[in-house]
């Protein structure tokens, strides 16, 4: 039934408000693309905002997941910095247990 196109299912937005209550698997990306009903842009980061999408666009402004996934995203700079402060903590933990 999950892999079934004519499977009847729910919108994901029905929590917020859509009024569509079934409608074919197939013609769910259709629907998503039309509901007046979304998902915070950021709900990958763990936002759980859902609303209208005049209210998703007002919240996505100050939404605190979009400083946290900023927050956690990292350069390669960066990585590579990481990288090398790794080393050198092994490096100095190996030391360290060479003197106890």
Not at 29 to 57: I, K, M, N, Y
């Amino acid at each position: 039934e999950k892999v079934c196109p004519f499977a009847p299912c729910h919108c994901p937005n029905s929590s917020s408000g859509c009024s569509t209550v079934l409608l074919q698997r197939r013609a769910l990306p259709d629907h998503l693309r039309t509901c007046p009903h979304a998902p915070c842009p950021r709900a990958s980061a763990g936002c759980p905002f859902r609303g209208t999408r005049e209210a998703v666009a007002a919240h996505a402004q100050a939404c605190a997941y979009s400083e946290k996934a900023s927050a956690t995203s990292t350069s390669p700079e960066q990585t590579a910095m990481l990288v090398r402060i790794e080393a050198v903590l092994r490096s100095m933990e190996t030391r360290l247990d060479a003197l106890l």
